[in-house]
């Protein structure tokens, strides 16, 4: 860990109270980044995350508003990055209102586009200027194995993170000239709260390392991302799922 503030990095992570965002906020923590944590309403989750993340000798500003309220997103952003531009983005937002199509209701689908594709844009826009006015940054977005492949059952949550998937593609292509880089990774099936009722008995034989995959196991390929002065990965998917998805 860098122990000097002057060095430190900023990373502002999106939706970094719990499951992979806290993992992935600890990491850069100790990792030698500064963080902005985001949550939408679970402020106690949030509270202990800052703690955590203090106790790793990084500070941490807790900022909360919901990614799908683009004015919230820029009263809470827009003056303090571009104040403070972050050295990094990690876009870990995301809901799902699991429902076959023929079933599900017009709000299922807005509510998981407006928070997982939406909010990405919301976001990303805000800090994005800043990011090329100091010719530096790296944008992670976290998106899905049911973004690449699709799965039954959740057409909203995969269009959405497939949708993530081109963003950063088309924004790499955008941004890359200006030493902004951006990549997308692609958790499977990870064990957090959104995962925690589903049948692993029927799942586990369709992934090759024969477990689910850990928090940490994502973090780690983020931290990586955002942290690797060696970069020249740009514009690419990393899949985190045990061979779920080749």
Known sequence: MNDDPEKRKLALVIGGSRGIGRAVALRLARSGFDIWLNYRSRRDAAEETRDAIVACGAACDLLEFDVADREAVKTALSDKADLTPPDALVFNAGIARD???????????????????????????????????????????????????????QVNYSASKAGLIGAAKALAREVGKKNVLVNVVAPGVIETDMTQDLPTDRILPLIPQNRLGQVEDVAAVVTFLCAEPCMYVHGQVIGVNGGLAM
């Open 99 to 153: 429902n076959l199509m023929v079933w599900m209701t017009h709000e299922e689908w807005s509510e998981v586009l407006n928070t997982n594709l939406n909010g990405f844009f919301h976001v990303t826009q805000t800090v994005l200027f800043p990011m090329l006015r100091e010719k530096r940054g790296r944008i992670v977005a976290i998106s899905s194995t049911s973004g690449q492949i699709g799965q039954a059952g």
